[in-house]
């Protein structure tokens, strides 16, 4: 079946640091990939999609490219902000039939300190 | 233009205990589903539904009931609540269902614990 792997957290970074989440997946097929934001008290939100291979989603300075060859959809963003801190998840969805289900990664914990 | 709304924000119950879990939309989204959130384990797929009348199971439906009578809402019921309930439900709803070509949208969730 499909499944998401990012790296565990907690991350903690100062204000205008690099930030990379990694992200690896298994799927039968090419799946769609996405990134979701959850900020302190609320529910997801989209932040960036790719739906085929060499896509690169960008949203808010926030880029992640899909890598088939690596099976992988690392986020990243050049200069972080406190506004930044937030748990993130990446998922993916298969293209095909039913493909109702998103499957998530645990999710990762971004602080960013001033 | 609330997009999704979820009551209660918070709930404990006891065991055994039966409630519902409300949830709302105002996009005329025909998918709606249901996510539970637990520590270390990202979310799961309880139940979802593609149009009025229509429902199906998710990853993990044990222990959930679902209907929809109406395009606007999706209602969650625990028939007897157990602590292994005990976790944070989303609701989302989108216009078609295929995250690949329409946004999911989210709500701010409900935190459930059972004693």
């Not at chain 1, 291979?53 to 960008?58: L, P, W, Y």
């Not at chain 1, 998922?91 to 602080?111: E, I, M, Q």
Request: aromatic letters at 12%; charged letters at 15%; hydrophobic letters at 30%.
């Amino acid at each position: 079946g499909n499944s998401v792997t990012q790296m565990e957290g907690p991350v903690t970074l100062s204000e205008e640091a690099f930030l990379t989440i990694n992200c690896t997946y298994t799927a039968t097929g090419y799946p769609s990939l996405f990134w979701y934001v959850q900020y302190p008290g609320e529910g997801l939100q989209l932040l960036l999609k790719a739906t085929k291979a060499d896509d690169k989603g960008s949203n808010k300075g926030f880029e992640a490219t899909y890598r088939k060859e690596t099976t992988s959809f690392h986020l990243e963003k050049g200069s972080v902000q406190v506004s930044d801190s937030a748990v993130y998840f990446c998922a993916l969805s298969d293209r095909g039939g039913s493909n109702y289900k998103l499957t998530f990664g645990k999710g990762t914990l971004l602080t960013v300190n001033p | 233009n609330a997009g999704v709304t979820q009551t209660p924000k918070f709930q404990v119950l006891k065991t055994g205990q039966s409630m519902t879990l409300q949830c709302a939309q105002d996009m005329n989204h025909e998918y709606m589903s249901w996510y539970r959130q637990d520590p270390g384990m990202g979310l799961r797929l309880i139940h979802y539904s593609v149009g009025a009348g229509i429902t199906d199971q998710g990853e993990v439906p044990n222990g959930y009931n679902v209907s929809r009578s109406t395009t606007e809402d999706f209602p969650l019921r625990l028939l007897s609540a157990a602590p292994s309930q005990t976790s944070v439900y989303f609701c989302a709803s989108s216009y078609s269902g295929s995250p690949s070509t329409d946004t999911q949208y989210f709500g701010p969730g409900t935190r459930l614990t059972v004693l």
